[in-house]
């Protein structure tokens, strides 16, 4: 019995929890295969395909179910410096230093699970923003249509497909019209191949499958019901995904993250090496001096910096999506607040989005009721992709009391990017079978040798007539299509693209698309945050013209596809950069438009919502579509909208900058404080006759300060840094830790001459009182150094201040609680305390001059 043939007394599977394996299911019939998988033309019956994803799980991959609950936590356990320390505690307690032993082990057990909880609740909330835009199928299920998420599509369903579709999983073609697929991403096929059902040989390779259709390709013109055979990771995208561990590109923020590690790590290596070396050589406790030396190694790494990020975006996220943006892919935020070129099409974005058909015209330019009726019946029998022009033609045609009830659907000739113009056939009385084409009116009338109602001949004197009339409703702002008709023989056999010949040019469509009121203050909002925007439309440049003027957009070039296709792409580039407006332009000029721009060093977003649009979205390093897009296009979209507007997009823009500002902040001040103590340390190590923090109090103070570190994601942040891109800047940042590190190692060496000299402090007294002083200089620099601005000018977050008050109460009153002991501290005087007091505020006051100095200079 076949694995998915269902018992007739239970109605349950015979199979075991995963897939059958299906063999070369592309070398059997359809019928065959139907019938082995125990589903039907109409699809499955609810109850099976139920059974069926309870048993074999959902059509995801494992790299999008996200982060669980124990793998999270496993996850913090594999930074390298933890397992460092851990194995270094254990070779403590070998050597029977049982207290220091457990105490590291509990601050490095407390630092792990404050980032672990950090982490999870900002995992849990992503997922629970991007379950809102989810991608959807079309299947048939208990023989009607019905639209569920992908995810639960189950081998066996009958999914149907039209332009704009992602193929949800692995099958083969039951029926198709003009099928033609995408599936680079699979074979690296330049063009979109022909679908269509069969059978082919069982040695047939990926590209050679043309009755198959799979997992992660995308459906670019035509239609087709698919009967589905292996999802999730029993797909082909799944086989290939498991094996080369697939990840998207890095961003720059990710770039910048990595080298920043890279800086670090050959600090730290350098730094433990040498004070290793340099205690043993001076016969110093070995456990103790390699506890000493790892401890400063994780002094000097910000090790919640995977956690801050996490949160900052997780934040950022959050607040985006209340303003309607959601976020997809949780590393661009960042690459949106660096964007500094906004690509768009105009429609809906600049324009109101609610087209109108503002008249149907003869060839003469009158108003005309067959235009309108023959446009009517194009309209209402495509079968494609559903878009605005059609729903405006439906609505005048019902204004109008057209009726077009009497009409029978004959046949199709889908709509495509390279004809773009759509055809049907239909039956409108008897023996009256007639073709009606609507379509680019440049394409539309090439396809036409007589015009008008009389159906004169259109030779190059009607042509040029017909062109002047096109052109000066496009320069009204108009977009205008063409209809053209002729009879056709009623035939069983298909109709094809040849069929569209010889026709007659009926007339013209008007459609109106009115600006936006606010697009004016809009392009402002965007210019003020230097971001230039740049529209790419497939319209005429007459049209675009228009638009451009209407809307106040600055006088400049307009480059159309057909200048384009002339270009080198050296030339391109710099055409791109000097060019505001790119018209008549197809989805492969839109992809080149944009690398040529990222290759001139511009952060390039893209928005866009048709299956047009797949390309550029996914060569952008910002791709942005909305809530109402075709699969296609949400899918390669790392933010969508829920409405189309560049007025939430710009809020959105000041989101990833404030992402940005706040992952940065951490950094700045986390690895400048780390830095100074960890040379003081390291420093003092060698001068001193014992050293000068335990490495228990070392860790301590790192666990402490961490602690309002991680409210940073929800710091205030100063306007200057939503005002322009910015970018990630590892010279900045490594001449900031230099700088202010090294200045803090000056006031530690004063308070290392204060405790030795003034106060004459032993040991376990120089270790608490400079424990202290470092502790306070951390959290209290935290809040200078955060902001470019004087720090009394600029307020700090809530939980950020009262955080570092409560940790700064924490580390005066330390010394004098009972257990202080453990971690070798001892109450200090008075005078010792004050001494450490003064010396904060004085460091304060002069990290506030040499901040200001800083700045000037970068």
């Given at each position: 019995?076949?694995p998915?043939?269902?018992?007739?007394?239970n109605?349950?599977h015979?199979?075991?929890?995963s897939?059958?394996?299906?063999?070369?299911?592309?070398s059997?019939t359809?019928?065959?295969?139907t019938?082995e998988?125990?589903?039907?033309?109409?699809?499955?019956?609810q109850?099976?395909?139920?059974?069926r994803l309870r048993r074999?799980?959902?059509n995801?991959?494992?790299?999008?179910?996200?982060?669980t609950?124990?793998?999270?936590?496993?996850s913090?356990?594999?930074?390298?410096?933890?397992?460092?320390?851990?194995?270094?505690?254990?070779?403590?307690?070998?050597?029977a230093?049982?207290?220091?032993?457990?105490v590291?082990?509990?601050?490095?057990?407390?630092?792990?699970?404050l980032?672990f909880?950090?982490?999870?609740?900002?995992?849990?909330?992503?997922?629970?923003?991007?379950?809102k835009?989810?991608?959807?199928?079309q299947?048939?299920?208990d023989?009607r249509?019905?639209?569920?998420?992908?995810?639960?599509v189950?081998?066996?369903?009958?999914?149907?497909?039209?332009?704009?579709?992602?193929?949800?999983?692995?099958?083969?073609?039951?029926?198709?019209?003009d099928?033609?697929i995408?599936?680079?991403?699979l074979?690296g096929e330049t063009?979109?191949v022909?679908?269509?059902?069969?059978?082919?040989?069982e040695?047939?390779?990926?590209?050679?499958?043309s009755?198959?259709?799979f997992m992660?390709?995308?459906?670019?013109?035509?239609?087709?019901?698919?009967?589905?055979?292996?999802?999730?990771?029993a797909?082909?995208?799944?086989?290939i995904?498991?094996?080369?561990?697939l990840?998207?590109?890095?961003?720059?923020?990710?770039?910048?993250?990595?080298h920043?590690?890279?800086?670090?790590t050959?600090?730290?290596l350098?730094?433990v090496?040498?004070?290793?070396?340099?205690?043993v050589?001076?016969?110093?406790?070995?456990i103790d001096?390699?506890?000493?030396a790892l401890?400063?190694a994780?002094?000097?790494?910000p090790?919640?910096?995977?956690?801050?990020v996490s949160?900052?975006?997780s934040h950022?996220?959050?607040?985006?999506?209340k303003?309607?943006?959601i976020?997809?892919r949780?590393?661009a935020?960042?690459?949106?607040?660096?964007?500094?070129?906004?690509c768009?099409?105009?429609?809906?974005?600049?324009?109101?989005?609610?087209?109108?058909?503002d008249?149907?015209l003869?060839?003469q330019?009158?108003?005309?009721?067959?235009?309108?009726?023959l446009?009517?019946?194009?309209?209402?029998?495509?079968?494609?992709?559903?878009?605005?022009?059609?729903d405006?033609?439906?609505?005048?045609?019902r204004?109008?009391?057209v009726?077009i009830?009497?009409?029978?659907?004959?046949?199709?000739?889908?709509?495509?990017?390279?004809?773009?113009?759509?055809?049907?056939?239909?039956?409108?009385?008897?023996?009256?079978?007639?073709l009606?084409?609507?379509?680019?009116?440049?394409?539309?009338q090439?396809?036409?040798?007589?015009?008008?109602?009389?159906r004169?001949?259109?030779?190059?004197?009607?042509r040029?007539?017909?062109?002047t009339?096109?052109e000066?409703?496009?320069?009204?702002?108009?977009?205008v299509?063409?209809?053209?008709?002729?009879?056709i023989?009623e035939r069983?056999?298909?109709?094809?693209?040849t069929d569209?010949?010889?026709l007659?040019?009926?007339?013209f469509?008007?459609?109106?698309?009115?600006?936006?009121?606010?697009?004016?203050?809009?392009?402002?909002?965007l210019?003020?945050?230097?971001?230039?925007?740049?529209v790419?439309?497939g319209?005429?440049?007459?049209?675009a013209?228009?638009?451009v003027?209407?809307?106040?957009?600055?006088?400049?070039?307009?480059?159309?596809?057909?200048?384009l296709?002339?270009?080198?792409?050296d030339?391109?580039?710099?055409a791109?950069?000097?060019?505001?407006?790119?018209a008549?332009?197809d989805?492969?000029?839109?992809?080149?438009?944009?690398?040529?721009?990222?290759?001139?060093?511009?952060v390039v977003?893209?928005?866009?919502?048709?299956?047009?649009d797949?390309?550029?979205?996914?060569a952008a390093?910002?791709?942005?579509s909305?809530?109402?897009?075709?699969?296609?296009?949400?899918?390669a979209?790392?933010?969508?909208l829920?409405?189309?507007?560049?007025?939430?997009?710009?809020?959105?823009?000041?989101?990833?900058?404030?992402?940005?500002?706040?992952?940065?902040k951490?950094?700045?001040?986390t690895?400048s404080?780390?830095?100074g103590?960890?040379?003081?340390?390291?420093?003092?190590?060698?001068f001193?006759?014992?050293l000068?923090?335990?490495?228990?109090?070392?860790?301590?103070n790192?666990?402490l300060?961490?602690i309002?570190?991680?409210?940073?994601?929800g710091d205030?942040?100063?306007?200057?840094?939503?005002?322009?891109?910015?970018?990630?800047?590892t010279?900045?940042?490594?001449?900031y830790?230099?700088v202010?590190?090294?200045?803090?190692?000056?006031?530690?060496?004063?308070?290392?001459?204060?405790?030795?000299?003034?106060f004459?402090a032993?040991a376990?007294?120089?270790q608490?009182g400079?424990?202290?002083e470092?502790?306070?200089t951390?959290?209290?620099?935290?809040?200078?150094?955060?902001?470019?601005?004087?720090?009394?000018?600029?307020?700090?977050g809530?939980l950020?201040?009262?955080?570092?008050l409560?940790?700064?109460?924490?580390?005066l009153?330390?010394p004098?609680?009972p257990f202080?002991?453990?971690?070798?501290?001892?109450?200090?005087?008075?005078?010792?305390?004050?001494?450490?007091?003064?010396l904060?505020?004085?460091?304060?006051f002069?990290?506030?001059?040499?901040?200001?100095r800083?700045?000037?200079?970068?």
């Amino acid at each position: 019995m076949s694995p998915f043939k269902v018992n007739a007394r239970n109605g349950a599977h015979s199979s075991t929890s995963s897939q059958a394996d299906m063999g070369a299911y592309w070398s059997r019939t359809a019928q065959d295969l139907t019938q082995e998988m125990a589903s039907k033309t109409g699809g499955l019956t609810q109850k099976t395909a139920s059974d069926r994803l309870r048993r074999w799980g959902g059509n995801a991959l494992d790299s999008t179910q996200g982060s669980t609950f124990l793998g999270l936590l496993i996850s913090q356990f594999k930074n390298p410096l933890v397992l460092i320390l851990m194995v270094a505690s254990g070779i403590s307690m070998v050597a029977a230093e049982w207290v220091d032993a457990g105490v590291v082990l509990a601050i490095v057990l407390g630092s792990t699970l404050l980032g672990f909880t950090q982490e999870y609740v900002a995992s849990n909330a992503i997922k629970r923003l991007r379950a809102k835009v989810k991608i959807h199928s079309q299947v048939l299920r208990d023989g009607r249509l019905k639209t569920i998420p992908s995810e639960s599509v189950v081998p066996g369903d009958v999914v149907v497909l039209s332009a704009g579709s992602l193929i949800p999983a692995d099958g083969v073609v039951l029926e198709s019209k003009d099928f033609f697929i995408n599936q680079a991403v699979l074979t690296g096929e330049t063009f979109p191949v022909e679908k269509k059902p069969g059978v082919v040989a069982e040695s047939a390779s990926l590209s050679e499958r043309s009755n198959c259709v799979f997992m992660g390709t995308s459906v670019s013109s035509g239609t087709a019901r698919a009967l589905v055979v292996q999802t999730g990771k029993a797909s082909v995208f799944g086989k290939i995904a498991l094996k080369l561990a697939l990840r998207p590109p890095m961003t720059d923020f990710e770039r910048g993250v990595q080298h920043f590690g890279y800086l670090l790590t050959r600090v730290m290596l350098v730094m433990v090496v040498l004070v290793l070396a340099i205690n043993v050589f001076f016969n110093k406790p070995p456990i103790d001096s390699l506890l000493f030396a790892l401890a400063l190694a994780v002094g000097l790494t910000p090790e919640l910096l995977p956690a801050i990020v996490s949160i900052t975006l997780s934040h950022g996220a959050n607040r985006m999506a209340k303003l309607g943006v959601i976020v997809r892919r949780l590393n661009a935020i960042e690459n949106l607040g660096a964007m500094d070129v906004l690509c768009t099409d105009k429609t809906g974005t600049l324009t109101a989005g609610v087209v109108a058909l503002d008249g149907a015209l003869d060839t003469q330019g009158v108003a005309s009721a067959k235009v309108l009726r023959l446009s009517g019946i194009n309209a209402q029998y495509q079968s494609g992709l559903a878009n605005a022009m059609d729903d405006a033609i439906g609505v005048a045609v019902r204004q109008a009391q057209v009726d077009i009830a009497g009409v029978t659907k004959v046949d199709e000739i889908p709509y495509d990017f390279v004809r773009k113009c759509l055809s049907v056939v239909v039956l409108d009385g008897p023996g009256r079978c007639t073709l009606i084409t609507k379509g680019a009116f440049e394409k539309v009338q090439s396809l036409c040798t007589t015009q008008g109602e009389g159906r004169s001949p259109l030779d190059d004197d009607q042509r040029a007539r017909l062109v002047t009339l096109f052109e000066a409703w496009s320069a009204q702002g108009y977009r205008v299509l063409g209809v053209a008709s002729r009879p056709i023989d009623e035939r069983v056999t298909p109709y094809v693209r040849t069929d569209e010949s010889g026709l007659n040019f009926d007339g013209f469509l008007l459609f109106m698309d009115p600006p936006k009121p606010d697009v004016r203050q809009t392009l402002q909002d965007l210019a003020q945050r230097g971001v230039q925007l740049k529209v790419i439309t497939g319209d005429n440049r007459q049209v675009a013209k228009h638009l451009v003027q209407v809307v106040g957009f600055p006088e400049g070039r307009i480059l159309t596809g057909r200048e384009l296709n002339d270009m080198a792409d050296d030339a391109l580039m710099h055409a791109a950069k000097n060019t505001l407006v790119f018209a008549e332009v197809d989805p492969n000029q839109k992809e080149r438009i944009i690398l040529a721009l990222q290759k001139t060093g511009h952060v390039v977003g893209y928005m866009g919502d048709g299956i047009n649009d797949a390309l550029a979205l996914h060569a952008a390093d910002v791709g942005i579509s909305v809530d109402t897009a075709v699969d296609v296009a949400k899918d390669a979209a790392d933010f969508v909208l829920l409405r189309k507007d560049l007025g939430i997009l710009s809020q959105g823009i000041d989101e990833g900058r404030v992402t940005f500002a706040n992952t940065l902040k951490y950094i700045l001040t986390t690895i400048s404080a780390n830095f100074g103590n960890m040379v003081s340390m390291a420093v003092a190590s060698v001068f001193l006759p014992f050293l000068p923090l335990l490495a228990s109090q070392i860790l301590l103070n790192n666990f402490l300060s961490d602690i309002p570190a991680a409210t940073i994601a929800g710091d205030r942040v100063d306007p200057e840094w939503v005002a322009k891109p910015r970018h990630w800047n590892t010279r900045f940042i490594r001449n900031y830790m230099v700088v202010f590190g090294l200045l803090s190692s000056v006031f530690d060496f004063l308070t290392f001459g204060a405790l030795l000299w003034i106060f004459k402090a032993a040991a376990p007294e120089f270790q608490t009182g400079w424990f202290v002083e470092s502790l306070m200089t951390e959290l209290v620099i935290a809040l200078v150094v955060r902001t470019r601005r004087p720090f009394y000018q600029s307020r700090p977050g809530r939980l950020l201040w009262v955080s570092t008050l409560v940790v700064l109460v924490v580390a005066l009153a330390l010394p004098y609680l009972p257990f202080s002991a453990v971690f070798g501290f001892v109450p200090l005087p008075g005078p010792l305390m004050l001494g450490m007091i003064v010396l904060t505020l004085a460091y304060v006051f002069v990290v506030e001059l040499v901040k200001k100095r800083f700045y000037a200079l970068t």
